[in-house]
């Protein structure tokens, strides 16, 4: 029988091999002092095991086979509610009635307790199924999760004797999606803004009696017909990110007798390129009532933690439609011949699997770490909020720990983001290469990987605003420690001549040409900036050269230009770093890193190239227009 987790040893390798599943575990456990909880690691990780097997087997055998009728079903949207087609119904029915909407969710709060990253591999198994039915299926444990964790933050919950969680807040919501009577979402995007939040209009205000009500309208919002939304709103009239505040609105209510009250409204479902089966809505909110997260002016950075989540998720969604993309070429490519042979052994279209194989591995790689990193630092969040009689030392090391992990999500998720959804476009563009003149057709499937994939750069913020945020991080690391990065780049321009090691050479030299256009893009930056301060007296330099008189939007203008090509290296530097500690541990791992790498060295001293020798034209360009623009 088909199995999408038995038939993929990569994934295993991850699951059975490499993830370090002991430190997670135990604060997932509570220092396995829960009496329903696992007594070790090992038990642990066994279970991890038998639900990916379970979810192999669901997705190869119960949705897999129905791909193209899904695709071809829509969901319609009648008298102000959406219907979903009856065979998507009967899957998600078959769903639930496995409890895996729970899979994430404590225990108390009637879940299965295993680490969110298994539910990220099953994200993958889903994907490579359906990824529009994957993308729904998200938003179950995704809301629940977020919401779990706001309720820990706000310190709106208790514990009993046992240290058993015996009350949260948000406990229906949470309850209610974990079992799959209700979902949730997450709206962010408006008519007029979408990647520049500062420009929302959704407004909430406050009555007398201290009751939020939300106003507006939210778009392209992925299963907006569910009960529960997170809806980011502005709290005042000003302009900007710290006038943002975070809410929990109830589209509907259902009395005891069935009848349903709406409080926001399902306007329009959207006709998309892919995605078919999932409904994608734009929703009105007209003095909702609605309950605010956390505190005033912190949605914007609350909403972060939904976000990178769901950017996450993406990464594993993207992973499935490659895999599918490989595997369909691979099995195609075996059986086509051309020229006395099957394809795929002619030279080219050998490399370019090869090329496929590596990335799909690749974007796992970088997958599964920036979902690790993410999940322990949260969940040591939520231990610190349990146990608040720990020792001063124990606290003091796992804040540290979180910490850590925390800044590694930081770098990894944007990275992730960037990497994953654009190999799923490429990837699957290939594979209709490969597949020629059938590939354009949909009797192979491939057609519908590519009309799925081409929206992965877009939502949950495009590729270019995560180029942005990475080169944001990146160099504000220079700022905060330039001698630190002097000393970094010097040493890096060391080792990348000194070793003999053709690995370790290979490893220093990337990393040497992602200090260099760091290095390259912070001199630009700095260049531009004492231009224009030339005009003023000598004694303000220094003010006006540090501190708080940057200017992100204007005086970054040579690192914005360069953002995706400086992306580009930093990924290649991350996923080699991975496979390379990956093969110092598991000497059946270096080979890809060989292979990876073997593409990655000559890509990243072509980016490097671009940053260090173009740009200064279209640059040029845009200051005269802005100039013109100013007089």
């Not at 938003?139 to 310190?155: C, D, K, P």
């Not at 009239?237 to 399902?266: I, P, Y």
């Not at 050998?350 to 690749?362: F, G, L, N, P, S």
């Amino acid at each position: 029988m088909a199995n999408f987790y038995k038939d993929n040893d990569d994934l295993r390798f991850y699951i059975e091999r490499e993830i370090n599943w002991g430190p997670l575990v135990k604060l997932l456990e509570d220092d396995f002092t829960q009496e329903e909880g696992f007594e070790n690691t090992e038990e642990a990780v066994e279970f991890y095991k038998e639900v990916l097997d379970l979810v192999g087997k669901f997705t190869a055998e119960e949705i897999d086979p129905y791909g193209a009728e899904l695709d071809k079903a829509h969901p319609e949207l009648k008298d102000g509610v959406v219907h979903s087609p009856e065979r998507f119904d009967n899957i998600m029915k078959q769903i639930a009635d496995l409890g895996l909407h729970g899979l994430a969710l404590p225990r108390e709060l009637g879940g299965m307790n295993a680490a969110l990253v298994t539910y990220m591999a099953a994200t993958e198994l889903y994907s490579r199924a359906d990824v529009a039915l994957s993308s729904h299926v998200g938003f179950h444990a995704g809301i629940a999760m977020a919401l779990m964790v706001y309720a820990y933050e706000e310190g709106a919950f208790e514990t009993d004797e046992k240290g058993m969680l015996s009350s949260i807040r948000f406990r229906e919501a949470i309850e209610e999606i974990g079992v799959g009577d209700a979902w949730g979402s997450m709206d962010i995007t408006e008519p007029d803004a979408g990647s520049d939040m500062a420009n929302l209009r959704t407004k909430a205000e406050q009555d007398k009696d201290g009751n939020w009500f939300v106003s507006g309208q939210k778009i392209f919002i992925t299963s907006g017909h569910g009960k529960y939304h997170v809806v980011i709103a502005k709290t005042s009239d000003k302009n900007s990110l710290d006038a943002l505040s975070l809410f929990l609105v109830k589209a509907f209510e259902d009395d005891k007798r069935g009848k349903r009250t709406f409080f926001a409204n399902v306007d329009r479902l959207e006709e998309k390129l892919g995605h078919h089966i999932s409904a994608t809505c734009a929703i009105t909110y007209s003095n909702s009532p609605a309950e605010l997260i956390g505190e005033v002016g912190d949605g914007f950075k609350q909403m972060l933690l939904l976000m990178n989540n769901a950017r996450i998720s993406v990464g594993f969604e993207c992973i499935g439609i490659a895999e599918s993309a490989l595997r369909k070429t691979k099995a195609y490519a075996e059986e086509r011949r051309a020229f006395g042979k099957s394809i795929d052994k002619h030279e080219m279209i050998a490399d370019y699997i090869d090329e496929m194989e590596t990335d799909v591995r690749a974007m796992r790689a970088l997958s599964m770490m920036a979902a690790y990193t993410e999940e322990h630092s949260y969940r040591s969040k939520i231990y610190l909020a349990r146990h608040k009689d720990i020792s001063t030392e124990k606290k003091k090391e796992i804040e540290k720990e979180m910490k850590t992990y925390r800044r590694n999500s930081r770098r990894l998720t944007p990275l992730l983001k960037y990497f994953a959804a654009e190999k799923s476009v490429e990837i699957a563009q290939r594979a209709i290469q490969i597949h020629g003149g059938a590939g354009f057709t949909t009797e192979y499937g491939v057609e519908k990987l590519l009309r799925d994939a081409m929206v992965m750069p877009i939502y949950e913020g495009t590729s270019q605003i995560q180029a942005l945020m990475a080169m944001k991080d990146t160099l504000g690391q220079i700022f905060k420690r330039p001698q630190a990065f002097v000393k970094e780049l010097a040493q890096a321009q060391f080792r990348a001549l000194s070793t003999r090691d053709p690995r370790e050479k290979a490893m220093a030299k990337i990393h040497l040409y992602s200090l260099q256009a760091q290095q390259n893009l912070i001199q630009k930056t700095a260049i531009d900036k004492f231009k224009n301060v030339r005009h003023l007296p000598v004694t303000s330099w220094l003010e006006n050269l540090t501190g708080q008189s940057w200017d992100p939007k204007k005086d970054f203008a040579p690192a914005m230009l360069h953002a995706e090509h400086l992306v580009r290296i930093l990924v290649d530097e991350a996923i080699c770093e991975i496979f390379y500690d990956q093969g110092l541990r598991h000497s059946d791992r270096m080979e890809w890193f060989d292979k990876y790498v073997e593409r990655a060295e000559p890509r990243c001293r072509y980016q490097l190239d671009l940053i260090q020798t173009t740009g200064e034209r279209i640059l040029s360009q845009l200051h005269q227009v802005n100039e013109a623009a100013a007089e």
